[in-house]
């Protein structure tokens, strides 16, 4: 439990933190997914590079419909943010459930992007939104949609010295996540999250695969009418579950149908 | 005795005030690390250290070679020996038992270099087959060849000769069950620091449960003069029991400071708690019961199986209080008990929080369960007709426990009337998956009852006083308690009482905060020896007053503390008496506990809507604290029942070592309590307590599989084994659930 040693660097401002970065240098947010992964000693890093003081990242505004969340904001402050419960009350209720209070205020859904944990509920809530990062680099800035976001377990198309700035939620109707987990500050054993939009229903899944799951058989059965009972029965399909201590792989691909059908049920008038 | 009042100690543990042994860290102190075995058996071993002693930074590399250091004996508790083959090197000389052992310690000049060091240390080896569960160890290859076989305990049966005749009998059930391995989890792993002074002395720094104990055997492992070494148990987060095991660290860590000639600290991880921290439970047992079909339980014959993992010590008195307590809270007429223990490639086990007892009590209350499903008769009844009988006490079990009186059936009623029974009913008529179980449990407390406890009482000459124990608080609120207690019997404020505890030099004697002996035995002497003290003060008072002290008008005639305690001691006297207590027998809290369930069959989830708690420890001295206590322990059992296991697969390699995948609940779980107490004096200390410590981590687990049970009998589902919401364990499910998990044994 004792991480193996690094340099520390707290920038004064986004053009400073991205002149930082580059191989062998981290991003260090709230510090709750990587600073557990130094200390278990999974990962090491020669430099973290602090970004959770920065003002410039610590805003949330309404662009043109497009709720914009800083990249700082951590889950608690979402929890409380009046535009967040207005316009995205699904990413409210998590802020103020995920982990426990100490991660909550800390911890920033911005963070679990990038860190892409395929159990991780921001980032099935974020593809089921269908969310759009903001990047600086030193090449510049870009936008990534959540879809082209996560490439594999723990793993993004982010590159070493990308910044993540924002995150850009697209409005919505409704949406609902539906997270199994047995105590309270635990990650989901399987989790769904559905969102109804101007384009239909979308529905994507935690902890089923090796990154955050859409699950287009669900989308696409309802698209052509099937009722949401029946369209659930599809959320396993395609899925690969991890097999593990908190449940066999085959009983994540029934939970993944029942919280799936729960969402659904949310969501669906 | 007085009512809710604030602990003392909170103030400082709740404002970042509390020192625990983390916080010690003398100039100059050194760090240590340990290398482990990542298999669980292995032969031919060699530890290779040359590349962790290359580093910069480190100031040893020891292996057993290197140490000279005697084995740690195999116990079967109570000072019982076990088969001497089974001794254990504080680290590993040639086989390696268990995932998780130490091979080598690395000491540096800070935890973050010993940490790199020490992941440089490999070994070679020859594997060895793997004893991964308890049932292959009977007949298994032996761990400790020397020994012949894996037993520590063969089948032994009590009473001798026993031999009941279920056949005769028409009603007959069995059931056959698991206590899992839990990881008894403090807030504050192991901590231990040795550090030698300038005066050639050695004081050792641990949240242990029992420093005097620590002493001797760091003396005895190490070759220490018993003068030169002093234990100081500073503040404690949490012990549970394992923080009472003598773990190998700590002569290795003692040996190193003598060694090196300075400061030494070992901070454990909390994978390392996990791996290699004592477990708890692990028991497996059948039970058989046959009686009457009007549901009168007439004969009972019971197998135990304990699981002490690698290396038998404190872990095997476990079995033992199990069969002490196997009966339960009923008047059966044959009763026998057969117990088997073994050892396997696991790490070593130790009382945890209940030690036995919960075992004993989810075995027999499960059978009762049966036992009434099978005679068509109501589970409540049946206990009602089968409890021990206040009239019956003192009533001696089967097994040798002398029960020491109160009447279960009232804690019972209680908690039936408390739970709400006819809400229950409704529920299920609107169809609803819940359910009701129940369990009355008795349990003993003051382990040993030859264990004594020293106390002091001291009035200084300004009027103030000192109460010194033996016994040490890991997070109790002993100072609360021995203050109100010295105070009580003083006639003097609890705020004028300081309390001193934990600390070889300044407590001459002690024997240890465990088995929820301490109020027994701890506040005991404490209360003899203030009520001396008080005799000692009416006496002077008198005699400056010129009366007889039993004319004494008011407490001492009109004087204070202050000015008797300074005429004492202006004429060479002292307010001062001591004692090592001994309560001569073991108490038995007893109680019952109620859950209502509510099953979510589509995901197997278990909610309790209703958990309600009767106890009996005695008479109360602080109803916040034994709050507390309850509380505490019902969350222990509740997790038992639902949520924790220490899971191995089939090769011994521990799955469950963090937080992340030990299913540890939480203040946000915890269900409401609803709690109810009644109050039988114990006849065996005068305080008339009980223990209060491990009552609901008892009667909670019964009560709740009970509870899941009732919901799920009209699904067909007539055993479940904990943790209920593993898959696997649980497996009430709709939709076909595969039954086991691939990557675990069992
Ligand atoms: C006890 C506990 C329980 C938890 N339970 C859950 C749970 O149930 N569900 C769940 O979803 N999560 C859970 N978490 C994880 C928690 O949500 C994450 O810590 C958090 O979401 C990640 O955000 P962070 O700010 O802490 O990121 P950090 O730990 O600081 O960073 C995580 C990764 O993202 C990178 N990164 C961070 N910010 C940026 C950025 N702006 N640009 C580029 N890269 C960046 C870092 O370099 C690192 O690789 C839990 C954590 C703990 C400690």
């Known amino acids: 439990m004792i991480p193996a040693r690094f340099d520390y660097l707290r920038p004064d401002g986004v053009d400073e933190a991205v002149a930082l970065l580059g191989p062998g240098t981290r991003v260090l947010a709230g510090g709750h997914s990587l600073i557990p992964a130094l200390k278990l000693r999974q990962t090491t890093a020669a430099r973290l590079v602090d970004v959770g003081r920065l003002a410039a990242l610590r805003t949330v505004e309404l662009d043109a419909g497009v709720l914009v969340i800083g990249a700082a904001v951590t889950y608690a402050e979402l929890a409380a943010h009046p535009l967040v419960r207005r316009h995205c009350p699904v990413l409210a209720r998590l802020g103020g459930r995920v982990a426990d209070p100490q991660v909550r205020h800390r911890g ?74 047995r105590v309270s500050h635990m990650w989901a054993i399987a989790g769904a999250c559905a969102v109804r939009g101007p384009s239909g229903v979308r529905v994507a899944l935690a902890n089923v695969a090796a990154t955050p799951w859409r699950a287009t058989g669900v989308e696409g059965a309802l698209r052509d009418g099937a009722t949401p009972a029946e369209a659930a029965a599809l959320a396993a399909d395609g899925t690969d579950p991890p097999d593990d201590v908190h449940g066999p792989a085959a009983y994540r691909r029934h939970l993944a149908r029942v919280v799936t059908g729960r969402a659904l049920a949310r969501v669906t008038p | 005795m007085t009512g809710h009042e604030p602990r003392r100690e909170d103030a400082r543990l709740l404002n970042g005030g509390a ?124 761990l400790f060849p020397e020994a012949g076989s894996n037993l520590v305990l063969p089948a032994v049966t009590i009473p001798e000769g026993a031999d009941p005749d279920l056949d005769r009998w028409p009603v007959r059930v069995a059931v056959e069950l698991v206590s899992p391995r839990l990881a008894p989890t403090p807030m504050e792993p192991i901590s231990f620091l040795a550090a030698p002074g300038p005066d050639g002395r050695l004081t050792i720094y641990c949240g242990h449960q029992a420093p005097h104990r620590l002493k001797r055997q760091m003396c005895d492992l190490v070759g220490l003069d018993p003068a030169a070494v002093r234990v100081v148990v500073p503040d404690v987060g949490g012990a549970f029991g394992m923080k009472a095991q003598l773990y190998p660290e700590y002569p290795v860590v003692t040996a190193c400071a003598v060694r090196l000639g300075r400061p030494v600290a070992w901070d454990q991880t909390r994978t390392e708690q996990f791996e290699s921290g004592t477990h708890g439970r692990g028991a497996y047992e059948r039970v058989e019961l046959a009686g009457t079909a009007d549901g009168r339980i007439r004969a009972a014959r019971i197998e135990i199986l304990g699981d002490v993992g690698a290396y038998p010590h404190n872990g ?92 279960y059936a009232a804690a019972l009623r209680m908690a039936l009337d408390l739970a709400g029974t006819g809400e229950v009913e409704a529920w299920k008529a609107a169809g609803e998956t819940v359910g009701l179980g129940m369990c009355v449990y008795v349990e003993r407390s003051n382990g040993d009852p030859a264990g004594t406890e020293y106390g002091s009482v001291t009035v200084h000459p300004d009027g103030t006083v000192v109460a010194r124990s033996g ?109 090592e207590f001994a309560s001569g027998a073991q108490n038995f809290p007893y109680g019952a506990c109620v859950a209502v369930v509510a099953v979510d069959l589509d995901t197997g989830l278990v909610t309790l809507r209703r958990l309600v708690a009767v106890d009996d420890c005695g008479v109360v001295l602080d109803p916040l604290v034994v709050e507390g206590q309850l509380e505490g322990s019902l969350l222990q059992g509740v997790a038992q029942a639902l949520f924790e296991e220490v899971v191995y697969d089939g090769e011994g390699r521990p799955l469950t070592t963090d937080l992340a995948t030990y299913t540890l609940p939480t203040a946000p779980d915890a269900p409401g309590y609803v709690t109810g107490r009644l109050v039988t004096p114990a006849p065996s200390n005068p305080l008339g307590v009980k223990g209060a410590g491990e009552a609901g981590c008892i009667g909670a687990p019964p009560a709740i599989v009970n509870a899941v049970l009732d919901a799920l009998r009209r699904y067909g589902v007539t055993d479940l084994r904990m943790p209920l919401t593993r898959p696997g364990c649980g497996r009430p499910f709709r939709a076909p659930v595969p039954p086991r998990c691939r990557r675990c044994s069992r």
């Open chain 1, 108 to 181: 920033t859904p911005a963070g679990a992007l990038a860190h892409a944990d395929p159990a991780g509920d921001a980032p099935a809530i974020a593809l089921a939104l269908g969310v759009e990062v903001a990047v600086r680099s030193a090449a510049g800035s870009r936008t990534v949609p959540a879809g082209a976001l996560f490439t594999g377990r723990r793993e993004t198309s982010l590159r070493a010295g990308d910044l993540v700035t924002a995150i850009r939620v697209p409005a919505h109707d409704a949406a609902w996540y539906e997270k199994f987990t």
């Open chain 2, 19 to 142: 020192r625990y042994t983390g916080d010690i860290r003398p100039d100059g102190c050194l760090h240590a690390a340990f290398a482990r075995s990542r298999v669980a058996s292995a032969t031919a071993v060699s530890v290779d250290v040359a590349a962790a002693r290359g580093l910069p930074g480190v100031v040893a590399v020891l292996t057993a070679a290197d140490l000279d250091l005697k084995d740690i004996p195999a116990t079967l508790g109570h000072g019982r020996p076990a088969p001497p083959a089974m001794t254990r090197p504080p680290l590993v000389r040639d086989r390696i038992r268990y995932v998780g052992e130490p091979l080598a310690v690395v000491v540096a000049t800070d935890p973050y270099l010993a940490a790199d060091a020490a992941a440089l240390v490999t070994a070679a080896y020859e594997p060895a087959p793997v004893v991964a569960t308890p049932a292959a160890a009977e007949g298994g290859p032996p």
């Open chain 2, 316 to 407: 095997s008195a476990v079995p033992l209080f199990m069969r002490l307590m196997a009966q339960g809270a009923y008047d059966i007429d044959e009763v026998a008990v057969t117990t088997r223990i073994v050892v396997t490639n696991r790490a070593p086990t130790a009382p945890y929080r209940g030690a036995g007892r919960p075992e004993a009590a989810y075995g027999m209350e499960r059978a009762v369960d049966a036992y009434a499903h099978a005679a068509g008769l109501d589970p409540a009844q049946v206990r009602l007709l089968n409890l021990v009988r206040p009239d019956q006490m003192p009533f001696r079990t089967h097994t040798g426990a002398l029960y020491d009186g109160g009447d």
């Open chain 2, 471 to 579: 016994s040490s608080a890991l997070g109790q609120g002993h100072e609360s308690v021995w203050s109100r207690v010295v105070g009580d019997a003083l006639r003097v404020p609890p705020s004028t009482v300081r309390v001193v505890q934990g600390d070889t030099d300044a407590v001459p004697a002690g024997t240890g905060s465990f088995a929820s002996r301490s109020a027994t035995v701890g506040g005991s002497a404490l209360h003899n020896c203030a009520t001396a003290v008080r005799e000692q003060l009416r006496d002077a008072a008198a005699k400056l007053l010129g009366v007889p002290p039993g004319e004494l008008a008011g407490e001492l005639g009109g004087l204070s503390v202050a000015e008797v305690a300074a005429a004492v001691y202006a004429e060479g006297g002292r307010l001062f008496a001591e004692q």
